[in-house]
């Protein structure tokens, strides 16, 4: 889960020290090609004694980080293939 994966970083477990350098460097790439990054928190819901609680998630964290870039990743992968390929695609901004 998310809290093994920063403890993991923390420790300098080479493998995903390996993930949070290369989420770093993709995140840099982005914001020097002009990204504009907008940190919304996260917010946990919670069900306490039948009422649901919405509590803010504000930490910044490396897992956080590695997830998100993965996944601007993925989406900056594929439509560049589609658009290269004339394919019909919904182009969705994260």
Do not use: C
């Not at 970083?9 to 993930?19: K, L, R």
């Amino acid at each position: 889960d998310y809290d093994d994966v920063d403890a993991k970083v923390a420790s300098g477990d080479p493998y995903w020290s390996g993930f949070a350098e290369l989420a770093e460097k993709l995140k840099a790439l982005r914001e020097e090609k002009g990204a504009l990054n907008l940190p919304f928190p996260r917010m946990d819901v919670r069900l306490e004694g039948g009422k649901i609680t919405l509590v803010p998630d504000e930490r910044d964290s490396i897992d956080q980080t590695i997830v998100s870039e993965a996944a601007i990743l993925a989406n900056r992968v594929a439509a560049d293939y589609t658009a290269q390929h004339n394919l019909p695609a919904i182009y969705r901004g994260q």
